[in-house]
């Protein structure tokens, strides 16, 4: 079966680094991907990682390790209204989503 | 970049009736749409893929004569909550994958979403 943990929420403060990890276990998917939700609104696409490595978005940067079953999602400069929830989702014919990680920024 | 129009974003109706979202993918054309439903707090919960021209494929433990979805066109799909229930209060999300790439991954595999419709079941 498909399965995907993140954290259920964190907390940071406005203008540091924060890692949202998400582990998985399936048997095998063509990308892993990372969205934004904000309450009440439709998820927006941020990143994703078909090989290992990282990808560099401006002050977003997703990470992916397939041996490991990993992948993390950086977000730089934190601001405000980089308060959300995270999903993480891989897609092998069809997307499977992680339960999210809402991050709480602070001033 | 790709847009996709949902309607209506939110709507209240009496128990047992029936509730019509559309999605339409406004500047590309749209082989797969996929319906979300999402509860507070919750995921994103597949209930069904919807490819043109062919029946929808439905997830387990979801009702296919409840939920009744139609994707007639490349720029539409339609799902359909037959005689609703207080239960069947959610956020209902829909996303559309562009057509195209010659296989692998391509940017054509990135999802985007509808806005969303809250229902809410009296």
């Known amino acids: 079966g498909q399965n995907i943990d993140q954290p259920t929420e964190m907390t940071a403060t406005e203008g540091a680094i924060v890692q949202i990890n998400c582990t998985y276990q399936?048997?095998?998917?063509?990308?892993l991907f990372w969205y934004q939700q904000h309450a009440g609104e439709a998820p927006t696409f941020l990143s994703y990682?078909?090989?290992?490595g990282l990808e560099e978005k401006g002050r977003f940067s997703s990470f992916l390790s397939r041996s490991k079953g990993y992948s993390y999602l950086l977000l730089k400069e934190l601001q405000m209204k980089d308060s959300a929830s995270y999903l993480c989702?891989?897609?092998?014919?069809?997307?499977?989503f992680g339960s999210g990680t809402k991050l709480n920024v602070k001033p | 970049g790709a847009v996709v129009s949902q309607h209506p974003s939110w709507v209240i109706c009496k128990s047992g009736t029936s509730v019509k979202i559309e999605c339409r993918s406004l500047?590309?054309?749209?082989?797969?749409m996929f319906w979300y439903r999402q509860f507070p707090k919750q995921s994103l919960m597949l209930m069904a893929t919807?490819?043109?021209?062919?029946?929808?494929?439905?997830e387990q433990g979801v009702e296919k004569d409840k939920f009744l979805i139609n994707h007639a066109s490349l720029t539409l799909s339609t799902l359909t909550v037959t005689s609703a229930h207080p239960e069947d209060s959610s956020f209902y999300i829909c996303?559309?994958?562009?057509?195209?790439?010659?296989?692998?991954?391509?940017?054509?595999?990135?999802?985007?979403f509808g806005s969303g419709t809250q229902l809410s079941v009296l």
């Open positions: 989702a891989f897609y092998f014919n069809k997307f499977y």
């Open positions: 996303s559309a994958r562009p057509h195209g790439g010659l296989g692998g991954l391509s940017t054509n595999e990135k999802l985007f």
């Open positions: 919807s490819n043109e021209g062919s029946k929808a494929t439905y």
């Open positions: 990682n078909v090989l290992d």
């Open positions: 399936t048997s095998g998917f063509n990308g």
């Open positions: 500047d590309f054309q749209a082989t797969t």
